[in-house]
């Protein structure tokens, strides 16, 4: 004898007035979900309900809420810190390079220091630091977003 299947019932729509306008708002339900739990595991759950004075269906809509979040937070989380390490590799990278570049400067600057007269050396090395930052700082007001002094640098570079 073969048994009848039923059909999949559509959520059960209930209709309520609204207060502001009088009209009728089509409220939907949602659908039902089916669980099996453990005996020891229903008694812990029905302790929880009783506990916090709530029916059963409200605790485990909160219950599957809550775990839902939790889901979506490892995720971002995650993502974040895939972020986050591609980030600190990039600045590792930055720094390595101003460090060499840094290095390079210092080499150039015994190189000249070295081979000036002993005499004025030192007011030839503050005058020439006092124009660089004086340059650096109109530049950096010229252009005030950084990526675009980057880019102008680079552009000035590849015509030579």
């Not at 008694?43 to 605790?59: A, G, H, I, T």
């Not at 030192?122 to 660089?132: C, P, S, T």
Request: net charge positive; proline share 4%; aromatic share 4%.
């Amino acid at each position: 004898m073969a048994t009848k299947k039923k059909p999949e019932q559509a959520p059960a729509a209930k209709a309520t007035e609204g207060a502001a306008e009088g009209k009728k708002v089509v409220q939907k339900r949602s659908s039902p979900i089916e669980v099996r739990l453990r005996p020891e595991d229903l008694m812990r759950f029905d302790q929880v309900c009783r506990v916090s004075n709530r029916k059963r269906p409200e605790v485990a809509r909160e219950a599957i809420i809550w775990y839902m979040e939790q889901l979506e937070k490892r995720v971002q989380d995650a993502r974040e810190t895939l972020v986050e390490a591609r980030i600190r590799k990039m600045e590792n990278r930055m720094a390595a390079l101003i460090s060499r570049g840094n290095i390079d400067v210092g080499v150039i600057l015994e190189l000249i220091y070295g081979n000036m007269p002993a005499a004025d050396r030192d007011e030839v090395i503050k005058k020439a630091h006092k124009r660089a930052a004086k340059r650096l700082k109109s530049k950096v007001e010229e252009v005030k977003d950084i990526e675009d002094l980057f880019k102008k640098e680079l552009e000035k570079a590849a015509e030579v």
